[in-house]
């Protein structure tokens, strides 16, 4: 209007009038009525459900600085404990380790590594994935690491048996296919009409029909599922050529492949932290405390006495009220202890596993351009086992692949070779699922044998029983206790560390409060 004045407040109503609340936002910060930027760190939602209920005032040292190590000294801290953790390797973390670009791998009985992945790359040497379910999420909430979907399931990967490479949308449908139109004949024909009723056998074929995309006669031909040579756009497609005879299915031995995601652990969706898996490190150590970890600590002996345990290492000791001993137990049995020869006896049952994993980068993300596999694992019958395609960094130029995770005799087969021969048989094995372009424009690579990590020596243990060497362990021998994921049911998950170090400690802490 001619001659009124234009307030402030007109002024970002007519804004928000004609751009919309984005216009009016922005406006507001040019005047300084909205901050133009985020003036906060990121503050997790909430914190986990798990606090120790009361204070201590209790010394304690905590043996290795893994994720249960570390997490019983987190956990601990909160609770107003003094904790020391003294750890043998030159960097806290255990198993969850992170390879970048600079970093140095050194083995038992082996060449040492140098680590050239280009800038933003990482290999995940240890753990790479976690259900949704794990505690290892609450973790990730409560310390604020931002996590990304960890693709574990993918149609567009392989599934490479007795010499066949197909893909996994294709051998799923062909096995389900299968068994689908047995199943369905056999009802049709009434095998069945002693087992259930002609209503429930109706119900039965309906959903065979569904899930084996089965034709007219219950029998399965063939099915869009499979997957297409050109994908349907202007026309239908080019469909992949037709499935084999049952025979021929079922001899592909694809079973265990397909089924590989079916278990509660390894259903999807699955996680992992951004930027790499060492980020729970990362986080625990500063809620931790930097100063509070002493590296290249071997401890030599320990000692429980009424009052406390005195622990010694190489240079030092130190006397604390209590310990957590949160080292692999074929390693804890072999440090001389007064904890008793059954003690002893229990921390040498279970038995350490050979694993070994290589990080192969790549200077074209060939996996994605030309297989369009965004994702994912390759399940083989080879002895690489698996191929793992990155779940990060998309379109990107270069990209590193996990060329094999193998554990056991395989593991074993690939570790006794040099850094050079694992790579060079990775690569053939790897030709034979993807062709000669797996052997081309590879710029470094890198890999772990498990069970040649000092002071580690295994990728995770195997009880022959969960007998009463299991449930001894989980109580304390004096004022020792004992954390790590060989102590629960979840073996080679970090949850299982987590879980097992929450049991200690709460144990420990209901023991101080109860204390005169």
């Not at 959903?207 to 756009?233: H, I, N, Q, T």
Request: glycine share 12%; charged share 20%; aromatic share 8%.
């Amino acid at each position: 209007m001619e001659g009124a004045a234009l307030t402030r407040r007109g002024l970002l109503v007519g804004i928000g009038a004609v751009g919309g609340a984005g216009a009016m936002y922005a406006a507001m910060g040019a005047l300084g009525l909205a901050p133009a930027e985020q003036d906060k760190e990121f503050v997790a939602p909430r914190p986990g459900d798990f606090a120790l209920r009361g204070k201590g005032a209790a010394k304690v040292v905590i043996l290795g600085a893994g994720v249960a190590g570390l997490t019983a000294a987190y956990e601990l801290g909160k609770a107003g404990y003094d904790c020391t953790l003294l750890e043998a390797r030159s960097k806290a973390g255990g198993r969850n380790l992170t390879l970048r670009g600079g970093d140095r791998l050194t083995e038992l009985k082996g060449p040492a590594q140098d680590v050239k992945f280009g800038e933003g790359l990482y290999f995940n040497a240890g753990p790479g994935r976690i259900a949704p379910w794990m505690v290892t999420l609450d973790y990730c909430r409560e310390l604020g690491i931002p996590i990304e979907t960890f693709i574990n399931n993918n149609a567009a990967a392989y599934v490479h048996t007795n010499g066949r490479t197909v893909r996994a949308r294709t051998a799923r449908a062909d096995m389900y296919g299968s068994v689908a139109e047995l199943l369905a004949k056999a009802t049709d024909i009434g095998a069945l009409d002693k087992v259930i009723t002609k209503a429930d056998q109706e119900r039965l074929l309906d959903f065979l029909r569904r899930f084996g995309d089965l034709g007219p006669k219950l029998d399965y031909v063939d099915s869009d599922r499979r997957g297409f040579v050109k994908f349907p756009a202007l026309d239908t497609g080019t469909p992949i050529p037709p499935p084999g005879t049952l025979h021929q299915i079922l001899a592909a031995g694809t079973g265990r492949s397909i089924t590989n995601d079916f278990g509660y652990d390894q259903a999807s969706p699955m996680f992992q932290p951004v930027g790499g898996m060492d980020a729970i490190v990362a986080k625990l150590t500063e809620a931790v405390g930097q100063d509070r970890i002493r590296t290249g600590t071997k401890v030599t002996k320990i000692t429980s006495m009424a009052d406390g345990v005195e622990v010694v290492w190489n240079g030092g000791s130190l006397k604390a009220d209590y310990c957590i001993a949160a080292l692999p137990p074929h390693v804890l049995a072999r440090i001389p202890h007064n904890l008793g020869a059954q003690i002893t006896s229990a921390l040498a049952t279970p038995v350490p596993v050979a694993a070994g994993k290589i990080g192969l980068e790549y200077s074209r993300r060939w996996w994605e351009l030309e297989d369009r596999i965004y994702g994912g694992v390759t399940e083989t019958d080879l002895d690489i086992t698996h191929i793992w395609y990155p779940s990060h960094g998309y379109h990107s130029e270069r990209g590193l692949v996990v060329g094999y995770y193998n554990s056991e005799r395989e593991a074993e087969l690939y570790g006794a070779l040099t850094p050079e021969d694992r790579r060079s048989r990775a690569l053939t094995q790897g030709k034979k699922i993807h062709g000669e372009k797996y052997r081309q424009n590879v710029l470094s690579s890198v890999s772990i044998a498990w069970e040649r990590q000092e002071h580690i020596q295994g990728g995770w243990v195997r009880w022959p029983d969960f007998d009463s060497s299991f449930t001894l362990l989980q109580r304390p021998a004096g004022r020792v206790y004992f954390a790590g994921d060989w102590l629960t049911h979840l073996i080679a998950w970090q949850a299982g560390a987590m879980e097992s170090a929450r049991a200690a400690v709460t144990q420990l802490h209901q023991r101080v409060l109860q204390s005169p």
